[in-house]
């Protein structure tokens, strides 16, 4: 196996945040005695990426994801722990280190407002020392891939929100970056123009052979890209691994749904696994993973079964249920 | 040493800076409209050629009236070419955290908000152009032709006090990384820098005290000095230039080091 591209180790971060009372009272005394606490975004986080992965990087809002990520480009200093990308240590921002990586935040813009996206890519290249040649030939290509045209003509405050998030991705890759740290790259934008983007950093890694971290609320967007995942919670590594792996781990079960010949009473279902669902001809059972195979076979000699499909309950519920069971 | 693309680091370095200049000059001629009214702001020093001229206190201070028409319109002149607004966009950055994208690409954050004003500058010439000549329209007296030679150390001069403005900006802008309200200390300079910069009146009139407390200060060499240099006045030109480049060596490294110490606390409090 190949030297990973990202390491961190024991990697932690706390913030010190004023603690204020609501009121005037709490205000009085906020002023004459500030009171400050520690707030740990991140714990001991251990994980290493090989070059070319995609990873998915999921977690509830304040997991520690976007701190995270802000150390591993550098931009936040971390309170313990080492991190390593590329060969360097990230809150260097040595130009060696910057010309390798990038990061887009779905929320935040780095493209001239009020000037057409081509102003800012010019901009892009110069800084990054891309020959203006050279800098042409990268345009035209991810222009292609992302399928933007006269749109980098265009003032970015015309654009659409897809398209200028694609502009944005333009921008941030236009240096051909090994490591691509991504915020919610597809926040805000319709299904259509999510695949899009999707299909377009399925389509960079492969040519290029870039490693991907990708946080995002839309699973549609992990399922699609990640092979493998880390989960993140309370500032803490919950799971490392594919998300099959994740799945068994959070549902220890699995749906079964039958659409039978003939209606059966409720009871005739009792003893295969947990009701969830009894309509008429539609019957849906959950069953524990081990007695899957035992319990099918049964339900098939007993009962004449028009169609049977077995499932995972979709991750993002899984996931949920996780994050509300531990608060 | 060439760079990982090949380009020597001169060349890149104009590259850098033309692409910067341009696209900011691009962006500042969106905003014509507001950029003439800012022009029209800086009229101070042609009210107070009008609150001089009516008065007798020119006369009391040993000044020749045309001569301290010519000044005050060099005074307008500087300072609409150095006017600096560094610390309300840095502020805003900083607190909205804009500034992070910035910080992740291989350029000095700084480099662009300079290009910025430099840009705004260019686009202010034909507003203050027209202002000139409305000025000259109303009194042809005040009509002066400096030399080549004065011209051209005057407009030195003033990009010269530009510097050194945005040197001064960007101390107090870096305490934006400790204080959400930086501006408010930019309000504070302003009343210096009217007063002891030669603004609102000529040194000369100022009581002796007064005057020495002005000159151990870098707001005369901010108006005053490339005014009178404009204004054809006779003035020590060595001796200007060199306060001018000592307040810079001394406000450079200042700035830097708050730049190092201010990035690192931003880094450590979130970016």
Redesign the interface.
Known sequence: MSQPIVHAEGLSKS?RVADKQPGLAGTMRHLLRRSYREVEAVRDLRFAIQPGEIVGFLGPNGAGKT?TL?ML?????PSAGRVEVAGCLP?R?Q??F??Q???V?GN???L?W??PPL??L???????????T?AKRRIHELAEMLELGEELQRPVRKLSLGQRMKAELLAALLHQPSVLFLDEPTLGLDVNAQARVRDFLADYNRRTGATVLLTSHYMGDITALCERVLLIHQGRLFHDGSLDALTSRLAPCREVRLELRQVHPREAFEGFGTIEVHQGHQVRLVIPREQLTQQVGLLLSRFEVVDLEVSDPPIEELIGGLFRQQG | MA?????KPVE?AL??A???L??QY??ML??RAEIALWALSGVLPLIMLAVWQGSAGAAAAGLNPQGLGRYFLAAFVVRQFSVVWLIHVFEEDALQ??L????????QPLWRYLAAHVAEQATRVPFVALMLAAVLVLKPGLLWLPSAGQLLLGIVAIQAAFVLRFLLQTLVAMLCFWSERAAALDRLLLIPYLFLSGLVAPLESFPPAVRRLAECTPFPAMVSFPAKLLAGESVDVAGGFLNLALWCAVLFPLSRLLWQAGV?RY?????
């Open positions: 913030f701190t802000k480009s550098g931009l936040i200093h809150q921002r130009e060696r910057l010309q990586i990038t990061l935040m935040r813009q780095q001239i009020d000037l102003d800012s010019r901009v892009n290249a110069a800084v990054y020392g891309i020959d203006p050279e | 760079h990982r693309n090949g380009l890149r590259r850098i033309a692409a910067l341009s696209s691009a962006y969106e905003y955290g804009k992070s994208p910035q910080l992740l690409q291989p350029l690192r880094s450590a409090m979130g970016a």
